[in-house]
């Protein structure tokens, strides 16, 4: 007489989404995009300054320009957001050291 064979349990796989840290939501309703001039002391020039604030805040990020030496750090940096979430990042890099002022666009974009 043959003997019966028990089912396989199976199991799913785990999701690794709960090990990764949390993105600020992003909301699309009231975004506005600004251009900023950010200047890099020496200290903070290794630090992925840009990374982060696409991951600590909820908005999008496009380097437009940037000139780094060993003393100093330039970017011309595109922010894309809801105007809260703009201006916590900009208090943000500030604390980090960073100087940071809006671009003045005086040329006609085509």
Known sequence: MPTK???KK???PRSKASSRPKRAAVTRSADEKKRLWLTYPRKT???PVIYELGHRFGVVTNLRQASVTEEVGIVSLEVDGPREEIKKA???MERLG????PVEINVIEG
């Open 5 to 7: 064979r028990k089912p």
């Open 10 to 12: 199976t199991t799913k």
């Open 45 to 47: 020039i290794q630090r």
């Open 90 to 92: 900009i208090r943000w």
């Open 98 to 101: 960073i100087k940071v002022e």
